[in-house]
């Protein structure tokens, strides 16, 4: 009997292929920062850079943030402390003259026009500052002592030094500081009460004996006078044409330059066009002349009819026979 055939199992359908999740996907454009979110990092930025003492990226941070808001007071002040603190006087007074009220800021400008070297505009501020102002300022008795202290006044700058020893902590820079202007002013003091003589007193008797005599010495430019002079003078300098230098890669070996004599300025033409050509030459003819004067001749000796004849036979030869 024959086997049964087993019937066969139905084939399996195939699985639909997996379709990627990212086949159909596109990237979505990064949406800008809103206006807060940027002032927001920039400041974040802003602390970082000034608790590590990068006063000069700073500066950069600043203008960026002026630069998405003009009016924001906070980046105004910090800016102008930044530019104080860099010494950069000529940018703080200009941001002080763009505020709306640059009256607030009186003091800044009077600080900036006193490192500015101009004195009497700095104490015109001052002076109206203390006007406005009754309780007396430590920032304002600073910048008056320095101010007196710069222009020689030197009692009226150890007086308000003195007021500020005396309400300064001990332990304080600001201490310290009061201390030192105070030493300074002292000593400016002593010279000129007692000082000056016992240093009249050490000079030799030939110079003593002329200081009446003397005429009295010339007094010293102004710091405006002065600044000039040197500007004029560095403008002088930058007109001068400046010296060729020559680059050594183009100096040849052996030569050395003032020293070596220049090379031939004809080298380049042709030897029988130059200016030399046949100088120090004998000429065909001339020679074997040297010694005779000008007008000399040369004199022909005629042969004598009974001179012998010179033979080229050798002496001791046989006679031809006629």
């Not at 000069?56 to 530019?83: E, H, M, S, W, Y």
């Not at 102002?133 to 030094?161: P, S």
């Not at 309400?167 to 030192?180: K, M, Q, V």
Request: charged share 30%; proline share 8%.
């Amino acid at each position: 009997m024959p086997p049964k055939a087993t019937p066969k199992a139905p084939a399996k359908a195939s699985a639909p292929p997996k379709q990627s999740k990212w086949k159909d996907h596109k990237t979505r454009p990064k949406q800008p920062l809103t206006t807060q979110e940027r002032m927001k990092r920039l400041f974040t930025s802003l602390c970082a850079q000034i608790d590590g003492g990068y006063f000069g990226n700073a500066v950069k941070t600043c203008d960026k943030i002026l630069r998405l808001k003009p009016t924001d007071a906070d980046a105004r002040q910090t800016k102008l402390f930044l530019l104080l603190q860099t010494e950069q006087y000529d940018t703080a007074l200009a941001l002080i003259d763009s505020e709306d009220d640059a009256d607030k800021l009186a003091y800044e400008r009077a600080y900036s026009l006193y490192r500015l070297q101009r004195e009497s505009e700095a104490k015109e501020i001052l002076d109206a500052i203390k006007k406005d102002k009754e309780e007396e300022d430590r920032g304002i008795m600073h910048l008056e002592a320095q101010l007196n202290y710069r222009e020689g006044l030197y009692q009226e700058a150890f007086d308000l030094y003195n007021q500020l020893l005396d309400t300064a902590e001990p332990d304080s820079e600001e201490h310290s500081d009061i201390l030192t202007n105070l030493q300074a002013s002292q000593k400016h003091l002593d010279f000129i009460e007692r000082g000056y003589l016992h240093a009249l007193d050490a000079l030799p008797t030939s110079v003593t004996s002329a200081l009446e005599s003397v005429p009295p010495p010339v007094q010293p430019l102004s710091a405006a006078a002065a600044a000039s002079a040197i500007a004029n003078a560095s403008v002088e300098q930058k007109q001068l044409p400046k010296p060729k230098k020559i680059k050594p890669s183009r100096i040849p070996t052996g030569v050395i330059p003032g020293v070596t004599p220049p090379p031939d300025p004809e080298r380049w033409i042709k030897k029988s066009e130059r200016s030399t050509f046949g100088q120090g030459r004998r000429r065909k003819g001339q020679g074997g002349g040297g010694g005779a004067t000008q007008g000399s001749s040369t004199v022909e000796v005629a042969p004598t009819p009974n001179a012998p004849a010179h033979s080229s036979a050798k002496s001791g030869g046989k006679k031809k026979k006629r």
